[in-house]
C-alpha cells in the first residue's frame, strides 16, 4: 500500500550544525505533508507543513523543502540545539484528513 | 501546548479486558483522530470522527470503536484487549473548515496490556 518511509533512522549532529532530515513518500496523489517531532513520552508536536503547489516553506530554524519529481521531502533544522534532540516523523496527507506517518529518525544533538 | 487532553495517561489492564480512552480537543475543533503507536513506530491511523460519526477508519478490527459528543470530545474503546494492543494511543485534533487540515496531537494515553 500507499506509505511514507524515512531514509535513516538516527542522526546525531555536533550543537550548532545544521540538520537534514530526509522522507521518501509514494502517493504522488498526496497533497499537504507535515513534518512532526516527537519528545519521549510525548505527543507529536507539529514543526512545519508544505502543500504539494510548493517547493519550499521557511520557519523558525526550519525549512521544509519538497521535490515532487522524486517524491522526497526534507527536513532542514538551522543551528541545531539540544533541544531539538527528539524523534522526526514526516506525515502525508492521504483521504480526508486521514495522516500516513513513516517510522521516525532519531536526532540525536551532542553538546 | 496544544490544548489536546486525553485521559488517563497510563492505564495497564489484563489481556481480554475492555478499556476507554478520552481526549478534548482543542477550542473550535470539530475533528478528531486516534492513532495507536507502537513502541519505536510512527503512528497509526485507527479513525476520525467528524460530527459524531464515524468519518474514515484504518485497518483496525472491529472491537476498536470510537465515539464523538456534541462538544466535539471523544472516546476510544477497545474490547477483548491483547497484549499487541500495548502502545500509545494518540488523540488529534483539527477543524474540517481549514483546507489544509493542520491536526494538533494530545500527549497520548499508555496502554499496557498484561
Known amino acids: 500500500g500507499e506509505s511514507v518511509g524515512l531514509h535513516l533512522p538516527t542522526l546525531s549532529v555536533q550543537e550548532g550544525d545544521n540538520s537534514i532530515i530526509n522522507c521518501a513518500y509514494s502517493n504522488s496523489a498526496s497533497d499537504y505533508f507535515i513534518w512532526y517531532k516527537q519528545e519521549s513520552g510525548k505527543g507529536p508536536q507539529f514543526i512545519i507543513d508544505?502543500?504539494?503547489?510548493?517547493d519550499k516553506r521557511q520557519g523558525q530554524r526550519v525549512t521544509v523543502l519538497l521535490n515532487k519529481t522524486v517524491k522526497h521531502l526534507s527536513l532542514q533544522i538551522a543551528a541545531t540545539q539540544p533541544g531539538d534532540s527528539a524523534v522526526y516523523f514526516c506525515?502525508?496527507?492521504?483521504?480526508?484528513?486521514?495522516?500516513?506517518f513513516g517510522e521516525g529518525t532519531q536526532l540525536t544533538v551532542n553538546p | 501546548e496544544t490544548g489536546v487532553t486525553q485521559s488517563p495517561t497510563h492505564l495497564i489492564k489484563t489481556r481480554g479486558q475492555q478499556v476507554t480512552l478520552r481526549c478534548s480537543s482543542q477550542?473550535?475543533?470539530?475533528?478528531v483522530s486516534w492513532y495507536q503507536q507502537a513502541l519505536g513506530q510512527g503512528p497509526q491511523f485507527i479513525f476520525q470522527?467528524?460530527?459524531?460519526?464515524?468519518?474514515g477508519r484504518g485497518n483496525f478490527p472491529p472491537r476498536f470503536s470510537g465515539l464523538q459528543f456534541p462538544n466535539y470530545s471523544s472516546e476510544l474503546n477497545v474490547n477483548a484487549l491483547e497484549l499487541d494492543d500495548s502502545a500509545l494511543y494518540l488523540c488529534?485534533?483539527?477543524?474540517?473548515?481549514?483546507?489544509?487540515?493542520?491536526?494538533?496531537f494530545g500527549q497520548g494515553t499508555r496502554l499496557t496490556v498484561v
Open positions: 488529534a485534533s483539527s477543524y474540517a473548515g481549514n483546507t489544509l487540515h493542520e491536526a494538533f
Open positions: 477550542s473550535g475543533h470539530n475533528t
Open positions: 506525515a502525508e496527507k492521504t483521504s480526508g484528513s486521514r495522516l500516513t
Open positions: 470522527y467528524y460530527r459524531e460519526e464515524e468519518n
Open positions: 508544505i502543500r504539494s503547489n510548493m
